[in-house]
């Protein structure tokens, strides 16, 4: 049996960081959506850790996610 995905939302941590592919494990976009959205300011903006990391806190998207739900 193969293991699991590391971006599954049961191990996707609430504080601290996500790497984009957990982003996109909990968020049903494309990677170019993410960015999109980024730019246009209606996801959360990363966190560059250094020149070749880039990072979103968790509860940043969290909370934008539990946002999501009201809109039609």
Known sequence: MAPA???T?????VAGFLRQPQVLGLVPISKSTLWRRVQAGTFPLP???S???TVWRAVDVHHWIGEQGGQP
Do not use: I
């Open 5 to 7: 995905p590391s971006s």
């Open 9 to 13: 939302p049961a191990q996707t941590p």
């Open 47 to 49: 966190v560059k850790l």
């Open 51 to 53: 020149e070749r990391v």
